[in-house]
């Protein structure tokens, strides 16, 4: 990358230290950092002793095989008895585990929603394992979750993990092709799913997409045996919505078992789950995780990112269909035995402000969001969650991509009041924890940069040849130690699993995480995003987050997403498809060339982008993340390709439609 082209988000300057009352009673001090470099292995070991073990671990990391892990070998325990079972039998049943705030919201703005405390959650959880097992399922066998937002969807989890039969959850807004492809893949038994869930307030079906799916199973030569169902909408599932001999009621089995469940311990090493990922084929990676590395990795850092105390609320708006959900709403929040929000609905539905209302009213003091929700708020206007007191709030969270500077400036001015550290966390599926992110008592924060890899965890920026790029330059993000929460392979694919992370820097035995980065001048680092959307126009390398970040830096822009096109003269040339707020109405009539002059100005002429296109909408994953490859197909003028993992797929007709009209 050019000098030039770095300047725009090295020249960032602000900086916020830690709150002096939060910094004076933080959970991890700066010496953390030190300790866990001398000592990896013992650091982690002390983190994993945050767990209740049934039998202690012989040896913290067995790395004689790489890249195949074993974390706290020999070690046994059960991860929902230490979600579940330890905090009542410490005396803290009565703690609240979930606020549920789900929808249907009544005339009077009241939504169904109750309080689930630790000891509530035992019960139900034991009833389901209970009936899991009635079911057919043993250890070891697969089980997938397709639900709606709902307290059966965390109980169904935790109920999997008791027996010691790994999940698969598949996000409720996903096709029953989708389904079909992971249920075969892992040979799920069971699946567990409910009638619909509440869509802004409307009931939308998922069973029938259940039902579909079990047919394109059995089309692949896979049986799914029995399908548990929460009736969750009540809505009707039709004269051949339903199979006796497959399909079974969660009100008439869970609701009516055993309350008494004596939780198994399991090897460490035992399958947790398998999470589905996309990665450069069309075929979805089974990431395989297991039980007591991947629950060490989680409960220390929801504790230590978030600063987590006995009192807080804490609340992540993720879905449980995504990692996130799975390692900040499930493993890693119950593991601390914290109290959390569930919300089942959308962030806008039934009134703009739905979610500030949530956290005045639960009095939320950590909140974990994405970049991409906070962009779309800012697009609303800060009346909407300035009309609520949110003084509760005292940590914000960021994840999923790189948090553009004016964006992470909006949210910790307008959501936290200028009190709150944000912290940008990076991490992915395949990582399992929080990798690399300021601490909020212990490092300063930069709008932008997700800071320094916690303690215990290594990470560097390296060219093609694995040599460390140094301060101020650009190449390739990669973990360069073993940690407990890593991945250890693609379920049934061990060569995948070499291949696709470790084989790049094979030598060195790093892992490659696919994503572009660099490290100012400070040494702190900056994620650029995936490798594949760096740019090089004419010989210069660009990120597609540098030039989207210098966009929404402009008044009238709301939401921006870059692609570096084909280009006969420069390579790739900078495409740029843009969002107004609403304020700015149509921009006026030179707005293009307004924006391409912003762009010029605050990164330099070589990032002015050759096409700007006013979009009502961008094209979104389910995830949020901003499906770049669909714009390429746009501004290369091709015919847009594969939309099946699109949140609305209408959104490409909008967008090639808007075009070609000339708006
Ligand atoms: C947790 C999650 C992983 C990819 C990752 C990177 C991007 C996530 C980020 C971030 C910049 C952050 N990403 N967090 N980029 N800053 N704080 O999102 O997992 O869905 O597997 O995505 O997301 O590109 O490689 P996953």
Redesign the pocket.
Request: charged residues 20%.
């Given at each position: 990358m050019s000098d030039e082209t770095l300047s725009n988000l090295l020249k960032e300057d602000r900086r916020f230290e830690p709150p002096a009352e939060l910094a004076a009673n933080a959970n991890v001090t700066a010496e953390a950092y030190a300790a866990a470099e001398r000592d990896p292995e013992g650091f982690w070991a002390e983190q994993a002793g945050r767990l209740d073990w049934a039998t202690p671990w012989e040896r913290v990391l067995n790395w004689d095989d790489p890249p195949f892990a074993k974390w706290f070998e020999g070690g046994r325990l059960n991860a929902a008895y230490n979600c579940v079972d330890r905090h009542v039998e410490a005396g803290r049943g009565d703690k609240v585990a979930f606020h549920f705030v789900g929808e249907p919201v009544d005339a009077d703005g009241h939504a169904d929603g109750r309080d689930i405390t630790y000891a509530e959650l035992k019960d139900l959880v034991s009833q389901a394992a209970n009936t899991l097992t009635d079911l057919g399922v043993q250890t070891g066998d697969r089980v997938a979750i397709y639900m709606p937002m709902i307290p059966e969807a965390v109980v169904a989890m935790l109920a999997c993990a008791r027996i010691g039969a790994p999940h698969t959850v598949v996000f409720g807004g996903f096709s029953s092709d989708a389904l079909a492809s992971r249920l075969e893949d892992c040979q799920a038994r069971v699946v567990v799913t409910a009638d619909g869930g509440y869509r802004r307030g409307a009931p939308s079906a998922l069973k029938p997409a259940v039902d579909e799916a079990r047919a394109k199973a059995a089309d692949l030569g896979h049986t799914v045996e029995k399908v548990l169902v929460v009736r969750r909408t009540g809505q009707d599932l039709g004269a051949d919505g339903w199979d006796d001999g497959v399909d079974v009621w969660w009100h008439e089995s869970v609701d009516t078992a055993s309350t008494e469940h004596t939780p198994e311990a399991f090897d460490a090493e035992h399958p947790l789950y398998v999470m589905y990922?996309s990665g450069t084929t069309g075929k979805p990676k089974g990431i395989l995780h297991t039980t007591g590395g991947y629950l060490t990795g989680a409960a220390y850092t929801h504790w230590a990112v978030f600063d987590l105390k006995p009192d807080d609320v804490y609340w992540c708006t993720a879905d449980i269909g995504?990692?996130?959900g799975h390692s900040y709403i499930v493993y890693g929040p119950l593991a601390n035995g914290a109290t959390q929000v569930l919300y089942e609905g959308t962030p806008d539905s039934p009134e703009k402000g739905r979610w500030w209302q949530i956290i005045e009213e639960k009095k939320v003091s950590i909140f974990y969001t994405a970049p991409t929700a906070i962009r779309s708020f800012m697009k609303q206007g800060r009346e909407i969650p300035d009309a609520r007191d949110l003084s509760s709030l005292r940590v914000l969270g960021?994840?999923?991509?790189?948090?553009n500077p004016e964006a992470y400036v909006w949210y910790r001015h307008v959501i936290g009041g200028d009190r709150t550290p944000v912290v940008?966390?990076?991490?992915?599926?395949?990582t399992g924890q929080i990798m690399?992110?300021p601490l909020p008592g212990v490092t300063h924060g930069k709008p932008g940069s997700?800071m320094i890899p916690i303690p215990g965890i290594s990470a560097d920026v390296v060219d093609e040849e694995g040599r460390p790029v140094g301060n101020g330059a650009g190449g390739y993000l990669v973990l360069t130690k073993p940690w407990p929460a890593m991945l250890r392979t693609i379920w049934g694919d061990d060569e995948r699993f070499k291949e696709t992370y470790w084989s790049r820097f094979e030598k060195l035995g790093y892992y490659f995480?696919?994503?572009g980065a660099k490290l100012d001048d400070d040494g702190d680092l900056w994620?650029l995003?995936?490798v594949d959307d760096v740019m090089n126009v004419s010989g210069h390398r660009l990120s597609t987050t540098e030039i989207e970040s210098a966009l929404v830096s402009h008044p009238k822009v709301a939401e921006a997403a870059v692609v570096g096109a084909q280009d006969e003269d420069t390579g790739q040339a900078v495409c740029a498809f843009v969002i107004l707020r609403d304020e700015a109405g149509d921009g006026g009539e030179d707005i293009v060339e307004e924006l391409r002059a912003h762009v010029r100005k605050e990164i330099g002429p070589i990032a002015k982008p050759r096409q700007v296109m006013i979009v009502a909408e961008l094209p979104k994953t389910r995830?949020g993340?901003i499906m770049r490859r669909l714009l390429r197909d746009v501004a290369e003028n091709r015919e847009v390709g594969d939309v099946t993992t699109l949140a609305d797929s209408s959104v490409m007709d909008l967008i090639s439609s808007g075009i070609s009209t000339g708006k």
């Open positions: 990922t995504w990692v996130t960021s994840v999923g991509e790189p948090i940008d966390t990076w991490w992915q599926t395949e690399i992110s997700a995480a696919g994503d994620v995003g995936r995830s993340k």
